[in-house]
């Protein structure tokens, strides 16, 4: 009590005995299994981790975790029933691990486990996934980070490929500080297989870190293409079809860049898309037609769709063009940006030639003017953007743009979204998803097999395909039917498309010459095949559809699958169960991130402490009643130069106490006081320090992650510029994931618990206020002083202070959570030229007192 400890860093962690990945790739299908060992040769039970990075494609399939000789197995369940158990679990003094999906990129498995003096431990994850063909190739990769030497560290890779194998590639693993690589893996290829071995000694992993490994193994290959038809794996009567012609004309296209330019945009992330810009239009074909649409608060479109290849000014009049983007320090309206662009194409969209009309659009943040509401934004966007019309392709900007919104705006139009991470530069991958999309070659293509179950074939009409890429359908043949027939119809730049093909009922498994797989995996491997890639797609349709009632009957068919199956999905999760009290008490899990998450930890001392990672981790213990005060203080920034008179102020100090103890929060350190002696933290490791009733995590990237009591965490966020610009300012941000916790008491600018919402209005989590595109999430509360009161329009309501009432207008907001991920809560989105109005005086008002 009162003493602190320091999480050790990566390198740090147990000594890992063995890291082994076994996979095999049948027909771009990866089954893959990752074991990982340690030994705790402490005199006191140590923590273990197993944390490893999964492609968004990927469903886990199974996990177990060995413990002194016993080895503990998962079980895939619905995702409501499996939280159920393990809270059942938990209070019957059981461990238990808790580990569900999400649709993020990429996906992260994280798992701890205490680890008794002198004993082994070791965890093993299984996971399936197709890969997906992008720019000519499939892309396998695996993520290698042990971060130290190990002892035996091996990957072995089979590929089975009945069309043959071509363009088989594998890039060194190179140290991004040293750029010394390690040594080349044993790749041994024929016409339809390959087996890569990779098994770096450990004096070879020394000589590339002595931090030991960290990057991704990859393989990138392509298959042979003879049939114009596709290739067609077909076995008990499931099939899944591979549709990816070559050879055909680019179809010319309308395409229009929908670029936010609002103030989050500013400095390297604007600059970077402009760069990227101009290498784009240069590499627009002669026949193919562009616009632009910036937009922040409104959109700015000009007049008409542009060729510049066929202006003689080409190509210098491309960086003007793309030059006008400037950042706006205003809002953000998205709704109002992609209306705009769907008036552009349908004023052009009449042409005797045939034309692929795309849209791209880039952004960072979310919805924050005019139409905020999502679903509206998705009711809009489906009246004027079909696949007919325009195919939405979305790249979001790092952790705050709202990635499931563009998601469902992409599937709706038959486009996709994707994220690239905040630390990622903007240009190359923007250029890289251009170039995905560059060369469209058929439109409207329709795979259709008669005599094949129709409810269970999907999709069956993509609305376009491109150069590169890949169509999959899979599906079922009806009862009794002997052969499997294929049509193929689709729209090209000559022409339209079509061809016909008959699959006999049995295809060999395994073609000539190559090494036989183990039966368990062969048995049902076109079965499990077909159940990935349809319940990919009822995800996906999912995603689109409209009304509820349609959008539960396809989670309900997902789940059917994922359950026969044992795919771990959003919808799905994995439950580990174990008797409690084997490993000694533990505290909170290091931070976790957004995608997967478990924690199996042991219940702590006389059963009063338990935690749990699944979005992010819950601490539960069991606490007296305690005050609680935070102040922050704010600091002054230059006005936007379009905006002289509104004000900028930004955090640079925090202070939290609560009891005898204090945690002041600056931009170089944390400083702890109370509870034993003065300590402080830096920002440059992660540590974990226990002062009751407060627990602090120190996580990378600046993150500080603080606990008191049930239901009630909060999170500092240190953001720094390593360019800053002339209106940018190193900050803090303070967030509470989890406000439950909060007594009616509460007071303060954040205070006491509101009403429920009235019905068909959305329940939120949390409430807060927002000022122009700034949202200071909050717990379950409201200003203190000011009545809320609902108005007939769901969504809105009247805030009133004394004399002063404003509208209010309801909108979701993603939020850090306690573990380093992140969540969706609700702010009353107040007009920034009310907000100081609201508040009763002027910013300054609110400024900490000295002791920060």
């Known amino acids: 009590e009162g003493k602190w400890k320091k999480v050790a860093p990566y390198p740090l962690q147990l000594p890992m005995t063995s890291f082994t990945v076994s996979s095999t790739i049948i027909s771009r299908y990866a089954s893959t299994r990752v074991r990982c060992a340690m030994h705790n040769p402490h005199p006191t039970p140590r923590q273990a981790a197993f944390d490893l990075h999964l492609s968004p494609a990927a469903f886990i399939t199974n996990f177990t975790i060995t413990v002194a000789g016993k080895v503990y197995a998962a079980e895939v369940m619905e995702k409501h029933r499996a939280k159920e158990l393990y ?23 994280r798992v701890t486990a205490t680890v008794a003096s002198n004993g082994d431990i070791s965890f093993e994850l299984c996971y399936e996934e197709l890969l997906q063909r992008r720019l000519g190739a499939y892309r396998y990769a695996v993520a290698i980070h042990p971060r130290q030497i190990v002892a035996e560290l091996r990957v072995e890779l089979s590929i089975t490929e009945r069309a043959g194998i071509s363009d088989l590639r594998h890039p060194n693993i190179t140290a991004p500080s040293s750029g010394r690589a390690l040594p080349a893996a044993r790749v041994e290829k024929g016409t339809h297989c390959a087996h890569i071995a990779f098994a770096p000694t450990p004096k070879e992993q020394a000589a590339f870190s002595a931090t030991g490994l960290a990057g991704d193994f990859v393989v990138e290959y392509d298959v042979a293409r003879r049939d114009a038809v596709g290739d067609v794996e077909l076995q008990d009567g ?6 990816a012609p070559s050879g055909l004309p680019p179809i010319p296209k309308d395409i229009i860049f929908l670029i936010d330019v609002s103030g989050s945009m500013a400095g390297t992330k604007i600059k970077q898309t402009k760069v990227a810009m101009q290498s784009i239009l240069r590499a627009l074909r002669p026949h193919d037609r562009f616009n632009l649409v910036a937009f922040a608060d409104a959109p700015h479109v000009w007049p008409r769709l542009h060729n510049p290849k066929t202006s003689p000014k080409y190509p210098q009049n491309v960086p003007k063009t793309s030059q006008k983007t400037s950042p706006n320090p205003a809002g953000t309206d998205l709704d109002r940006a992609l209306l705009a662009a769907a008036a552009l194409l349908r004023h052009h969209g009449v042409t005797k030639e045939p034309r692929v009309p795309l849209l791209l659009l880039l952004t960072d943040g979310e919805p924050t003017m005019g139409v905020t509401q999502a679903p509206r934004i998705l009711s809009n966007a489906r009246r004027v953007l079909t696949p007919s019309s325009a195919l939405l392709f979305a790249l979001a900007f790092g952790e705050d743009a709202d990635l499931a919104l563009l998601r469902r705006l992409a599937a709706a139009s038959g486009g996709t979204a994707r994220r690239v991470p905040e630390e990622d530069e903007v240009a190359p991958q923007l250029a890289e998803f251009f170039r995905e999309i560059e060369n469209p070659l058929l439109r409207h293509v329709e795979l259709s097999y008669p005599g ?23 599906g079922r043949l009806e009862p009794g039917a002997e052969r499997l027939r294929v049509h193929v119809a689709g729209h090209g730049g000559t022409g339209e498309l079509r061809a016909d093909t008959e699959v006999p009922p049995e295809i060999p498994e395994v073609p000539p010459g190559c090494p036989q797989h183990p039966p368990e995996l062969l048995g049902g491997f076109v079965r499990r095949l077909w159940a990935h890639v349809t319940i990919r797609e009822l995800l996906r349709a999912r995603l689109s559809a409209e009304g509820t009632a349609a959008r539960q009957k396809l989670a309900a068919e997902a789940t059917q699958l994922a359950l026969r199956h044992r795919f771990v999905t959003p919808l799905t999760a994995l439950l580990v169960v174990t008797p409690g009290g084997d490993g000694g ?4 899990p290091p931070a976790a991130t957004p995608g997967l998450g478990g924690t199996l930890l042991a219940p702590g001392v006389g059963g009063e402490e338990f935690v749990e990672s699944l979005d992010p981790p819950t601490v539960y213990t069991v606490l007296t009643p305690k005050g609680l005060r935070v102040h922050g203080h704010l600091v002054g920034a230059p006005s936007w ?3 002289p008179s509104r004000p900028r102020t930004f955090l640079d100090a925090l202070t939290l106490s609560v009891g005898s103890a204090a945690v002041t929060v600056t931009l170089q350190q944390i400083h702890v006081t109370g509870g034993g002696p003065p300590i402080s933290l830096p920002f440059s490791h992660p540590a ?9 995590l120190v996580g990378r990237g600046g993150r500080l992650h603080l606990f008191l009591g049930p239901h009630l965490r909060f999170g500092v966020l240190r953001h720094r510029y390593g360019r800053p610009g002339a209106l940018q300012r190193d900050h803090l941000g303070f967030y509470i994931p989890d406000g439950a916790g ?35 999430p909050s717990p379950p509360g409201r200003l203190r002083g000011v009545r809320l009161a609902f108005l007939g329009t769901p969504g ?28 969706y809560g609700h702010c009353w989105l107040v007009p920034r030229p009310e907000v100081l109005e609201l508040l009763g005086g002027p910013y300054e008002a609110f400024l900490a007192p000295p002791l920060v």
Request: charged share 20%.
């Open 452 to 474: 094949a179950t129709p409810r269970l074939v999907a999709p069956r009409l993509f609305p376009g395909y491109f150069q590169g890429s890949e169509l999959v359908v899979a």
């Open 87 to 109: 809270e059942a679990a938990r209070k019957q003094g059981k461990t238990a691990a808790h580990v569900g999906t999400k649709e993020q990129e990429p996906q992260r498995f």
């Open 641 to 643: 130069p379009q905006a």
């Open 796 to 823: 809105t309501a009247r805030l009133q202070r004394g004399e002063v009432g404003v509208t209010a207008t309801l909108v979701a907001k993603k939020v850090p959570g306690g573990s380093g991920g992140a969540r």
């Open 688 to 696: 974990r320090l226990r002062r009751p009733p407060l627990t602090l």
């Open 585 to 588: 008490s533990t505290g909170p």
């Open 238 to 243: 499931y099939f899944v079809h591979f549709f």
């Open 742 to 776: 909060l007594s009616p008491k509460s007071g303060g600018l954040l205070g006491k618990r509101c009403p429920p919402l009235p019905q068909k209005a959305p329940s939120p989590p949390f409430w807060g206020w927002r000022g122009g595109d700034k949202c200071v």
